[in-house]
């Protein structure tokens, strides 16, 4: 997104980009809504919607909303302390640390998280509900409960 030299401070990740229509008198009004995960890789990961008319706003808004809602991941040895499982809604989503050298073994939306939080080695299960988003909220809220 920035295209100058320096190095960012937090890497930008894209998992979800939805066109939502909406039926008016004067015909559809088309906007789109955005899902996007930041993390510094260093234990900082946030999460962030963004709707808008074009992608490049919503991208914006939903970088700019996640970089206000960081939460802080305890990282141990480049995996988590303990197993937590998680239910919100209708995500259901199981974390394990790893030994060294496992890599990330984790689906798309867990995934995303996880690497944005800098976590090097990990085993999850994504059960219930296939919606990246239901996922992805899930997954942050189990980290923040490892804390």
């Known amino acids: 997104m920035e295209s ?5 401070e937090f890497e930008e990740k894209v998992v979800q980009v939805n066109r939502v229509s ?4 004067g015909g559809n009004k088309i906007s789109f809504s955005v899902l996007v995960v930041v993390g510094d890789k260093k234990g900082r990961v946030g999460v962030g919607l963004g709707k808008a008319k074009d992608v490049a706003s919503a991208i914006r808004k939903a970088v700019n909303y996640a970089k206000k809602h960081l939460i802080n991941v305890p990282i141990k040895n480049g995996t988590i302390e303990s197993d937590i499982f998680l239910k919100l809604g209708a995500a259901k989503v199981l974390l394990k ?10 689906g798309g939306a867990v995934r995303v998280v ?3 939080a800098g976590i090097r080695n990990i085993s999850s299960k994504v059960l219930g509900t296939k919606n990246q988003a239901s996922n ?3 997954t ?8």
């Open 22 to 25: 909406k039926k008016t008198k």
């Open 4 to 8: 100058s030299g320096m190095p960012r």
């Open 97 to 106: 640390p790893a030994p060294e050298g496992s890599g990330v073994i984790a």
């Open 136 to 138: 992805v909220y899930a």
């Open 114 to 116: 996880v690497e944005a």
């Open 140 to 147: 942050l809220e189990a980290l923040k409960r490892l804390s």
